[in-house]
């Protein structure tokens, strides 16, 4: 299956680094992999956002966003700073 994105499409590019997708997304739970993605968009961009506002966008609760970024924090993929 071959996916092609139309060339007059206005989107900017975020990177996912090739480690991250050979060693980390094999074993890590779905929602962390989303938060992941989202963080870097984020990140790329410098924004800043607030817990909820992230969760809502991914359709998660609070806890389970809260969960996911303990575990991309414990396999060293992100730095949380305060805001």
Do not use: H, Q, W
Not at 1 to 29: A, H, N, Q, R, Y
Not at 39 to 44: A, I, N
């Amino acid at each position: 299956m071959e996916f092609k994105f139309s060339s007059d499409m206005l989107f900017s590019d975020t990177g996912i680094p090739d480690v991250f997708i050979c060693e980390k997304l094999p074993s890590l739970p779905s929602e962390c992999v989303k938060v992941y993605v989202y963080c870097l968009f984020l990140g790329k961009s410098n924004k800043a956002a607030k817990l909820e506002e992230v969760a809502e966008k991914l359709g998660f609760s609070t806890d389970t966003l809260n969960a996911a970024l303990v575990t991309l924090e414990n396999e060293e993929l992100l730095i949380r700073t305060p805001s």
